[in-house]
């Protein structure tokens, strides 16, 4: 299972949230500790440096944040993000530095690392996102079944239980998602990974790729 577990998929040293992974083998089990975190966290951020703008909403002095976008707290923006014109930041959201979210962007309960791009018309839900992430214009992340049911991880012939109803994806360092993907519960997308435009994406794909469909993956190596 060594490729969907933390260290394979995403640089601990870039995120201010580095902590919260500590114990854990898959990137998913922390979804549910974000909010608690974020607090714990927040109390302790150098004041030089942030300003808890309202309750339990800490934004670094450095990062630009349009006055139309609407922030919910448990939140963190670190040094130099930049929050454009109506992103609409739901409750627990780690943002990090340098990281754009942009126009019509909605996040709720995601961690994203140092420089990821979330800028034009995209929905992040219940999801970690990589260093230098990428999601092109109108890509989504689906972050719940249908049938409403607990979401599951089907990896090697293996499947693994999340115990989770709401996952959306966990998107490797340095991804590139295409504009107008989507990708369903439960994605998992390897590092340097680059998704087709438009692609329906499900399950895990692997590090070093570029998916055009499921059933044309293609190794960069090669």
Not at 18 to 40: A, G, R
Request: aromatic share 8%; proline share 2%.
């Amino acid at each position: 299972m060594e490729g969907i577990q933390i260290n394979n998929l995403l640089n601990l040293n870039e995120t201010i949230a580095k902590e919260i992974f500590q114990d854990c083998c898959y990137p998913w089990e922390v979804l549910s500790k974000i909010s608690d975190f974020i607090i714990k966290l927040g109390k302790t951020l150098d004041k030089e440096k942030f300003d808890e703008i309202d309750e339990n909403i800490w934004v670094s002095k450095s990062a630009k944040i349009s006055k139309t976008a609407c922030i919910e707290g448990p939140c963190i923006i670190d040094e130099n993000a930049e929050i454009r014109h109506s992103a609409y930041i739901r409750k627990n959201a780690i943002i990090g530095k340098e990281v754009v979210v942009g126009n019509s962007t909605e996040l709720k309960n995601v961690i994203l690392f140092n420089k990821v791009q979330v800028p034009h018309y995209n929905y992040v839900g219940d999801s970690i996102l990589g260093y230098k992430a990428h999601m092109g214009a109108g890509a989504i992340i689906s972050n719940l079944k249908s049938d409403k049911k607990l979401i599951t991880i089907k990896y090697n012939e293996t499947t693994i239980e999340t115990g989770l109803k709401k996952f959306g994806a966990i998107l490797g360092d340095n991804t590139e998602i295409g504009c107008g993907v989507v990708l369903n519960p439960g994605s998992i997308i390897g590092r340097n990974t680059n998704i087709y435009p438009l692609s329906f994406v499900r399950g895990v794909v692997g590090e070093n790729s570029i998916y055009k469909n499921k059933n044309e993956i293609v190794n960069k190596s090669f």
